[in-house]
């Protein structure tokens, strides 16, 4: 598997996650406005690019409709989650609070995603495939870097299941 294949580019930046989440721990209150921003940013951009490049492919292409309906689930929780860290004092306790739900349901959902979704994607579509929609992730990321042109809507099945994915040449 190349480091490039979109599942391996995904489950970097679930380590990401991990890490970012845990590190607010240890920051001085003057800082976890900027961190958790940043950190909600990576949020947004990493669901909008499944949404619009791995779980279109695995509903049509991994019959996993059942699938990517419970991760546009999860993706919309993690956004009210997140969305309610905004509304609380930055270092109050309703704002760990809150940070402490956002990361557990992240948290979940990305092992959700780990056990269930990518063995059926790995094995329906093509190294190549898989290579090239991770060429596209990295483009995504570049074009959206803080969240820049996202909405932070929920997202709704029909429309991601209904995306069409580029196909693209993994050299790109």
């Known amino acids: 598997m190349s480091d490039f294949e979109i599942t391996a580019l995904v489950l970097a930046e679930h380590e990401v996650f991990r890490r970012e989440f845990t590190a607010l721990d240890d920051l001085p209150v003057e800082d976890l406005a900027a961190?958790?921003?940043?950190?909600?940013?990576?949020?947004?951009?990493?669901?909008?690019?499944?949404?619009?490049?791995?779980?279109?492919?695995?509903?049509?292409?991994?019959?996993?409709?059942?699938?990517?309906?419970?991760g546009v689930h999860d993706h919309n929780e993690i956004r009210h989650a997140a969305?309610?860290?905004?509304?609380?004092?930055?270092?109050?306790?309703g704002w760990w609070e809150a940070v402490r739900n956002a990361r557990?349901?992240?948290?979940?959902?990305?092992?959700?995603?780990?056990?269930?979704?990518?063995?059926?994607?790995?094995?329906?579509?093509?190294?190549?495939?898989?290579?090239?929609?991770?060429?596209?992730?990295?483009?995504?990321?570049?074009?959206?870097e803080e969240a820049d042109g996202l909405s932070g809507d929920d997202a709704t099945v029909a429309e991601v299941i209904a995306t069409e994915v580029p196909e693209g040449d993994p050299s790109l």
């Not at 969305?83 to 306790?93: F, I, P, R, T, Y």
């Open 35 to 70: 961190a958790w921003e940043a950190l909600h940013a990576k949020l947004e951009v990493h669901a909008v690019a499944e949404e619009q490049l791995f779980y279109p492919l695995l509903a049509q292409e991994a019959d996993g409709e059942q699938e990517t309906a419970e």
């Open 83 to 93: 969305a309610a860290v905004g509304e609380q004092q930055v270092g109050s306790d």
């Open 104 to 144: 557990q349901i992240n948290a979940d959902h990305m092992a959700e995603e780990e056990t269930d979704f990518f063995p059926p994607f790995v094995e329906a579509v093509d190294d190549e495939q898989r290579e090239a929609l991770g060429m596209q992730w990295l483009a995504f990321h570049d074009k959206h």
